[in-house]
């Protein structure tokens, strides 16, 4: 199983980003996946996951600004995320469990004040 993120980058506050992460090896349909966020070394927090069934958790330091979603048919999760606060900073995570937890490579996104 793989996890490729992408869609990290340098953004001013106020402003918005879109991840993506494209997952193989898996039936993705059958399967949470999610994003986390490592501001301190090992130490990842939860952002946001969704579920086979599309229920969705939000982290309550981002919820109000940033939505998940899925596409199935692409092996795809996306996090969407707006008003974007220099606290967001931080390496961002695509996660996935199938019989173990799996993560991707990390994309970094940097909020400037």
């Known amino acids: 199983v793989q996890l490729q993120a992408s869609g990290g980058g340098l953004v001013q506050a106020g402003g918005s980003l879109e991840l993506s992460c494209v997952a193989s090896g898996l039936n993705f349909g059958s399967h949470a996946v999610g994003w986390y966020r490592e501001t301190e070394e090992n130490v990842r927090d939860l952002v946001a996951v969704?579920?086979?069934?599309?229920?969705?958790n939000i982290s309550t330091a981002v919820k109000g600004r940033f939505t998940i979603s899925r596409d199935n048919a692409k092996r795809t999760v996306y996090l969407h995320m707006n008003s974007l606060e220099p606290g967001d900073t931080a390496v961002y995570y695509c996660?996935?469990?199938?019989?173990?937890?799996?993560w991707g490579q990390g994309t970094e996104v940097t909020v400037s004040s």
């Open positions: 996660w996935t469990y199938k019989d173990r937890e799996i």
């Open positions: 969704i579920t086979s069934t599309n229920f969705t």
